[in-house]
């Protein structure tokens, strides 16, 4: 039996809203992507390429952004069918399962994959900016995600446009920490929602370390 499960509408790491869906079967699914300058996570098994995604749906102003660790983004235009960074074809440009990009346009999209209820394998978060996202059709939550390390002085999950941070076994909003001189009477925020698909940004600020991001179904999907 197919399941439709819509993602709220989510803010990207820079500007802009989207909202998406992913269709269900038991062999496999499609996630339908619309709006403009927000994060979606590659929840397909195995790894894509940007030569999977169609981009003539999505108009005339098509890119897709990868964001390197340094902070650096490479933008792909989709240009006489392929996916182009000035005269470099992308088109085997990986997208591996639980990877975050972003994608613009004025259309919608459709990315499709075979969905399992195996774990994404951990993934070693280097110094920098890395793309993340839920790849399971459900909502989990920041609470769900597990570090090998975390230093709450120098790290940090941006989730839309807000920072968390990770201290004594709870997130916390980093702009509450950085202003308290406690944590009684902070708001935590492990429950906060990561929609379907939803990427977010894992910032590390010196070490490297471990994420594992959970991608296992929910009971009775």
């Known amino acids: 039996m197919k399941k439709t499960l819509t993602m709220a509408a989510v803010a990207a790491t820079f500007a802009g809203m989207a909202v998406a869906a992913i269709e269900t079967s038991n062999v496999g699914g499609y996630l339908d992507k619309s709006g403009d300058l927000a994060l979606v996570c590659n929840p397909f098994v195995a790894s894509g390429k940007l030569a999977d995604i169609d981009g003539s749906a999505l108009g005339a102003s098509a890119s897709i952004r990868i964001v390197a660790a340094s902070g650096a983004v490479t933008e792909y235009k989709w240009t006489e069918g392929k996916w182009k960074n000035g005269d470099v074809d992308g088109s085997d440009v990986t997208l591996r399962r639980g990877d975050a990009f972003q994608i613009s346009g004025s259309g919608t999209v459709s990315v499709s994959g075979v969905i399992v209820e195996d774990n994404v394998a951990d993934r ?57 001189t406690s944590l009684t009477g902070l708001t935590t925020y492990d429950s906060l929602s990561l929609a379907a698909a939803e990427g977010f940004v894992v910032y590390c600020g010196k070490t490297q370390k471990t994420l594992t991001i959970s991608g296992t179904l929910p009971a009775g999907n």
């Open 124 to 180: 070693t978060v280097v110094k920098g900016y890395n793309l993340y996202g839920n790849v399971v059709p459900a909502e989990k939550t920041l609470g769900s995600l597990s570090f090998s390390a975390f230093d709450a002085n120098r790290d940090y999950v941006r989730v839309g446009s807000t920072k968390y941070v990770l201290k004594k076994g709870h997130w916390y909003r980093k702009s509450d920490l950085e202003s308290a």
